[in-house]
Antibody, heavy 122, light 111 residues
Framework: QVQLVQSGAEVKKPGASVKVSCRASGYTFNNYGISWVRQAPGQGLEWMGWISVYNGNTNYAQKFQGRVTITTDTSTSTASMELRSLRSDDTAVYYC???????????????WGQGTLVTVSS | DVVLTQSPLSLPVTLGQPASISCRSSQSLVYIDGDTYLSWFQQRPGQSPRRLIYKVSNRDSGVPDRFSGSGSATDFTLKISRVEAEDVGVYYCMQGTRWPTFGGGTKVEIK
């Protein structure tokens, strides 16, 4: 069965960077992409960006352009999301989700990871 | 950005009664492939979101048939034919036709 297992909770200081990983299993990793979505405490869902595992193409939400980088390691079927210059309002649960493999399809988020809480506090 | 407006914000429902959630888009959600990428997600307290419906009306595997989706272009609806206790949570619509955006969420609770 499809599983996405994320790395553990992180506590960071303002200005630092965080890298969250997402290990996929139960499907052919190269045939799909991965999107990252975050949820601030008590708030809704916000898409951050997407990567095609096949060719490494990325799309980032304008809000995070220049501050986020999404990568994949096909040897370990792992996707990672790095967010830099952290602020207190980046405190949120970060989710990875399996997604479209290329632009021939719209985005679809069919399976999600368990979430990783990132707390930014001085 | 495409704005999705969900209503109502809160939906108290009696067990066994139907429930309906509306999602209106600021733009048409028909993609270049002719499909409409409007999905519905359920988020139970303390859990990750779970997709229920994709491309407007297709139920995901394992989703009870009391959940149904309908609509077209800019106006969409999620219906629960008979609400059960396990349906409590927040429901989000999401469009994947352009940069993905989510509706603000509808909290379903039991009266």
């Amino acid at each position: 069965q499809v599983q996405l297992v994320q790395s553990g909770a992180e506590v960071k200081k303002p200005g630092a960077s965080v890298k969250v990983s997402c290990r996929a299993s139960g499907y052919t990793f190269n045939n799909y992409g991965i999107s990252w979505v975050r949820q601030a405490p008590g708030q809704g869902l916000e898409w951050m960006g997407w990567i095609s595992v096949y060719n490494g193409n990325t799309n980032y939400a304008q809000k995070f352009q220049g501050r986020v980088t999404i990568t994949t390691d096909t040897s370990t079927s792992t996707a990672s999301m790095e967010l830099r210059s952290l602020r207190s309002d980046d405190t949120a649960v970060y989710y990875c989700a399996r997604d479209r493999g290329n632009i021939l399809s719209g985005y679809f988020f069919d399976f999600w990871g368990q979430g990783t809480l990132v707390t930014v506090s001085s | 950005d495409v704005v999705l407006t969900q209503s109502p914000l809160s939906l108290p429902v009696t067990l066994g009664q139907p429930a309906s959630i509306s999602c209106r888009s600021s733009q048409s959600l028909v993609y270049i492939d002719g499909d409409t990428y409007l999905s519905w997600f359920q988020q139970r307290p303390g859990q990750s979101p779970r997709r229920l419906i994709y491309k407007v009306s297709n139920r995901d595997s394992g989703v009870p048939d009391r959940f149904s989706g309908s609509g077209s272009a800019t106006d969409f609806t999620l219906k629960i034919s008979r609400v059960e206790a396990e349906d409590v949570g927040v429901y989000y619509c999401m469009q994947g036709t352009r940069w993905p955006t989510f509706g603000g969420g509808t909290k379903v609770e039991i009266k």
